[in-house]
């Protein structure tokens, strides 16, 4: 028993001081079964590869790559600087699965070559952060797309949402080191708004900082505040909350546009057709070929085809958006015939002749 704990001793201090010997060779040996293989430094001093086995509250447990299983020691993640985690992570791939809006395929993707690292994301300046952020989004944008498809794709839409908001949560352990964090950890809560868990996302919100204007989580806390009070159907005060997402912000594309989106749909709710027309135009001609872009525009096309702001705007805030006195029904229809669709092409029959 006293060399058992003489090995976890020595094995600890090197761990926390830093070894002196040059890092090993970047491998592309798989983590090991009973956990994940990482490196980690201190003061640009490389230490010896281990694999992390568990955690417990702020305490990570590893064990050497040569030690056996049973032989743990322990360290806090502030005592190091940078974690690298030996996976074979395919962002490319992913991204191209995205390009062609293909999100769940690009979602698990990533996820499942980042599930091991997701306990241990506070590690500080580790290199699974920003894909476990992508992929999150990835099933953010799978859960839309379901959405669409009306209550035949709620039950995958929530699933989505559920996965989305787990990757967002394991990425708000970054908050400390990473701007990114605390933006992650608001984006879980608006998750829980999507899949209806007001209360919870109600709690959630109200442990997370009010952020300063300029900070970087600025933009997605008011969108969070707006959506939750858009869901206890409140629009006006969501499209106040709303309107200082995007008033202070950077555009952000990952907030503006759903600000955009969130503000039209406020407009609408208390009749203000000429104002929610209006921003549902800005948002069509900004995002082409994106999904805001394309309900934007469908959205629009319904309110013309309904002629929901065919009576006259007030004089005194015609052209608010735009300073000018065109005739803004007669630009939204001209956008529309343009940006109309070109027809789909019939594949040819099988037995066509040359």
């Known amino acids: 028993m006293r060399t058992r704990a003489w090995v976890a001793a020595v094995t600890a201090a090197a761990a926390v001081a830093g070894a002196q010997a040059p890092a090993p060779a970047a491998t592309n040996r798989p983590p090991d079964p009973g956990g994940v293989l990482v490196r980690l430094v201190k003061e640009n001093q490389a230490v010896r590869e281990v694999v992390l086995v568990r955690r417990e509250t702020s305490t990570i447990f590893f064990r050497l790559t040569n030690s056996p299983p049973g032989v743990l020691s322990s360290f806090e993640p502030s005592q190091f600087d940078e974690a690298e985690f030996r996976l074979q992570i395919p962002e490319q791939q992913a991204y191209a699965e995205a390009a062609r809006r293909r999100w769940l395929d690009a979602a698990r993707r990533l996820h499942a070559a980042l599930a091991p690292a997701l306990p241990y994301l506070d590690l500080p300046n580790n290199n699974a952060l920003e894909p476990t952020i992508s992929a999150a989004w990835y099933y953010v944008r799978a859960a839309q797309q379901a959405a669409r498809r009306g209550e035949v794709g709620r039950p995958d839409a929530l699933r989505w949402y559920g996965e989305a908001q787990r990757l967002f949560q394991a990425a708000g352990r970054a908050s400390e080191w ?13 998750c829980l708004i999507e899949m209806g868990r007001l209360d919870e996302a109600e709690a959630g919100l109200a442990r997370q900082r009010e952020p300063e204007v300029g900070d970087a989580a600025w933009g997605v806390y008011w969108l969070a505040r707006a959506q939750l009070l858009y869901a206890r159907e409140r629009p006006r005060p969501a499209l106040d909350a709303v309107i200082k997402s995007y008033l202070h912000e ?4 990952e907030t503006f546009p759903d600000a955009l989106m969130l503000a039209a749909q406020c407009y609408e709710d208390i009749n203000e057709v000429h104002r929610a027309r209006d921003v549902y135009y800005e948002v069509a001609r900004l995002f ?3 999904d805001w872009g394309d309900e934007a525009r469908l959205r629009l096309k319904t309110m013309m085809d309904l002629q929901m702001a065919a009576r006259p705007e007030d004089p005194n805030i015609t052209g608010i958006f735009f300073g000018t006195e065109e005739n803004m029904n007669e630009l939204v229809l001209k956008y529309l015939k343009e940006s109309e669709p070109a027809p789909a092409v019939p594949a040819p029959r099988g037995d066509a002749q040359p």
């Open 288 to 290: 082409p070929g994106t």
């Open 178 to 190: 990473h701007p990114y964090g605390e933006s992650a950890a608001i984006r879980s809560h608006l």
């Open 250 to 253: 950077d555009k952000d594309v």
